[in-house]
């Protein structure tokens, strides 16, 4: 978020020509109009009063810093005629000069002044979302009254969210609602991206392994389709929290590079997601760096609450940029608080992660990508491609996790990213039952490819997800003896690059032991596969029968016959096995001893 700088006047002493800083012998009203256009360029127009406090001081000129690195068509008036603006390059932005055509003397005498321009970095468009930042002000207090009023082009829509949320149902705002940083606005549903992703991994034993890579997963604010692995993995496995993990096998000493593309789909609600209460202690137990000693157990007795613990995180700690591009190592909850002005993403997500879980609310971390266009206000690392990391805790209410970003919340000067988050964070990797693992995408590097980028995304139109590809299989033993369990096994492939959801596969026999099974399923990954172990057991020792098992998953039907023998003819059956196995031993003993007999003549 841009922050416009109102430093300073230029003022002229009454009768004597020399000009002095004055700002407290002014009074200063703003009015001001930020009115966007379909094409995103914005136009901002400042009507700004100044109002003599004293008799000594009238303003003959007037200096505005404003937080854009580009802006065009400026113009300025007062009430004798245009005004000729001086525009220089400054830190952060634009000086822009005024010198006034009329000069107002006297007490209660006022000043008024128009400026405009046009800028193209209030409102922008990224991929299927309009982001519109209106800037905050430096100093409030400089200020009687100062207003804005954002007009939207129609066809923008009404906002998916508006930080902070106005008071009334407008887009006009007062000072104190624009604060230091600013309103923060956007425009769409959905965010979509595409993903090209290189994973480098090697086998350093002399003997094979096994290895697993992380994928981009589905969460309940992303979906993932996986357009291509190459080359394609063994298997791909659900971890506890919800990660994909494709295997791989490697021969002794073998280095393999991963290639993965994939598209994403990013909503701004998230889809509700029920815990187990085995799940939940999962998420509240201590893991290293979320440890919760005497202090952090204070402090989460002190906060409650999710929203208390968040602003704690942001309004104490400090980001460290020049841990950025190093490779510092992690600090933990329980070092960042004895060291609070040194924390990057890590120690923001560490902290919020150990006081929630110390008060008993279920946190994990989330490992990924995060867009941003202004390092320093919404600054990423860039060590190992891990580019951001983020909390979000269980809202037993809503049922449901909720992403939230401390480190933003702190480094734009309060822009709100506990409420609302936005469509620029992609999940890579959840750490919850680890603090560790498993490691996302751009952590998976060789000697070789230290110094190459391993993530690339970019936005893309909209998709549609297309349905997945189901293979099913079931595999039983050949013969089954009556009377006994019968044990099988029921394969369901995903030969697709999207997720298999939970449904429910019927099975009907008309000859054993459950007679209709219901069982429900777990979402399978993208190229994954999923055994369900299948029983029945038939009703008469004594009766060969033969059944036909009909599976249905879905559209997908699949059939297989069963056959038992009764357990009699399998007990002849070992008897006559055993029976010829004795029979042809003797049989050979008699010809061995035959053949060493001694003949005579």
């Known amino acids: 978020m841009k922050k416009l700088f109102l430093l300073f006047f230029l003022f002229s002493f009454l009768f004597i020509p020399k000009r002095a800083f004055a700002n407290a012998n002014f009074k200063t009203a703003y009015d001001v109009t930020y009115t966007i256009l379909e094409t995103g360029v914005t136009n901002v127009t400042f009507k700004v009063t100044l109002t003599n406090a004293t008799s000594q001081y009238f303003a003959s000129s007037y200096k505005v810093k404003v937080g854009f690195s580009s802006i065009e068509n400026i113009k300025a008036s007062d009430a004798k005629g245009q005004i000729k603006p001086v525009v220089s390059k400054v830190e952060d932005g634009q000086s822009i000069e005024l010198t006034f055509n009329k000069k107002a003397a006297g007490i209660n005498q006022k000043l008024s002044f128009t400026l405009s321009f046009d800028t193209n970095e209030v409102a922008q468009k990224l991929g299927e979302v309009w982001e519109v930042n209106i800037p905050g002000i430096a100093n409030q207090e400089a200020f009687e009254h100062f207003s804005v009023h954002v007009k939207i082009p129609s066809v923008f829509g009404s906002p998916t969210f508006i930080k902070p949320p106005p008071k009334a149902n407008t887009l006009d705002f007062t000072k104190e ?16 991206y595409a993903f090209n992703l290189a994973y480098h991994v090697k086998n350093n034993y002399i003997f094979p392994s096994q290895t697993e890579i992380a994928l981009p997963p589905s969460t309940n604010y992303q979906t993932v389709v996986l357009d291509d692995i190459s080359p394609k993995p063994k298997n791909v496995r659900k971890d506890k929290d919800g990660n994909w993990l494709a295997e791989y096998s490697l021969l002794p000493s073998e280095k393999l590079t991963v290639m993965v593309k994939g598209r994403v789909m990013v909503s701004l609600v998230p889809i509700p997601e029920s815990l187990s209460s085995s799940q939940e202690q999962q998420y509240l137990a201590q893991k290293p760096f979320w440890e919760a000693n005497t202090k952090i157990k204070e402090l989460a007795k002190q906060l409650k609450t999710p929203d208390a613990m968040y602003a704690y995180v942001v309004e104490n700690l400090t980001y460290d940029f020049s841990r950025v591009t190093g490779n510092s190592p992690r600090l933990g909850a329980k070092s960042v608080l004895d060291n609070p002005h040194s924390a990057v993403c890590l120690e923001f997500t560490d902290l919020f992660i150990a ?82 693992f498993p490691i996302p995408a751009g952590g998976y590097k060789t000697k070789e490819y230290e110094s190459v ?26 013969e089954n003896i009556s009377g006994f369990t019968i044990n099988g096994q029921m394969l369901i492939k995903n030969n697709s690059g999207v997720t298999i959801p939970s449904q429910e596969i019927n099975i009907i026999n008309p000859t054993f032991l459950p007679s209709e099974q219901k069982i429900t399923t777990e979402t399978i990954p993208p190229y994954g596969t999923l055994s369900i172990p299948l029983s029945f057991k038939s009703i008469s020792f004594l009766t060969k029968s033969t059944s ?15 056959e038992t023998i009764p357990i009699f003819k399998t007990i002849i059956g070992i008897i006559g096995g055993v029976t010829i196995a004795g029979c042809t031993i003797i049989l050979l003993i008699l010809i061995a001893r035959t053949r060493h007999l001694p003949f005579s003549r």
Request: overall charge negative; aromatic content about 12%.
């Open 355 to 436: 006081l929630s879980r110390a008060a008993g609310i279920p946190a994990r971390a989330i490992d990924g990508f995060a867009f941003t266009q202004n390092s320093k206000q919404r600054p990423v690392s860039k060590v190992m491609d891990i580019l951001h990391t983020w909390p979000e805790y269980y809202d037993k209410a809503l049922q449901t996790w909720i992403m939230v970003d401390p480190t933003w919340g702190n480094t734009t000067g309060g822009i709100d990213y506990f409420y609302t988050l936005d469509f620029d964070h992609v999940a890579f990797v959840i750490k919850g039952t680890s603090s560790d």
């Open 177 to 192: 609602e624009l604060g230091k940083s600013g309103i923060s606005m956007g425009f769409g549903n959905t965010q979509y």
């Open 548 to 562: 036909l098992i009909t599976m249905h998953i879905g559209e997908h039907k699949l059939t297989k016959t069963v």
């Open 453 to 478: 980028k391993d993530v690339e995304l970019t936005f893309i139109p909209p998709f549609e997800e297309e349905p997945p590809t189901i293979n099913v299989s079931a595999v039983f033993p050949e």
